[in-house]
């Protein structure tokens, strides 16, 4: 089922990876969370899923 923009939020998995990785977008939303300031020390990735796949022989 397809979702409108307006209708995401960061609960949707899509919208949160990419808000994570924003180096901006994600200081401004650990700050809010945290109440503090925050600065990053390296560029934000969002959860990578790897699948191996296995071709061979049984």
Do not use: C, H
């Not at 919208?15 to 390296?42: H, Q, R, Y």
């Not at 560029?43 to 061979?56: F, S, V």
């Amino acid at each position: 089922m397809k979702k409108e923009l307006r209708e995401l939020n960061l609960l949707d998995r899509f919208l949160f990876a990419e808000a994570v990785e924003d180096p901006e977008i994600l200081e401004l939303m650990l700050e809010i969370i945290l109440g503090k300031e925050i600065t990053l020390s390296e560029r934000p990735q969002a959860e990578k899923e790897l699948r191996k796949e296995y071709w061979g022989k049984l």
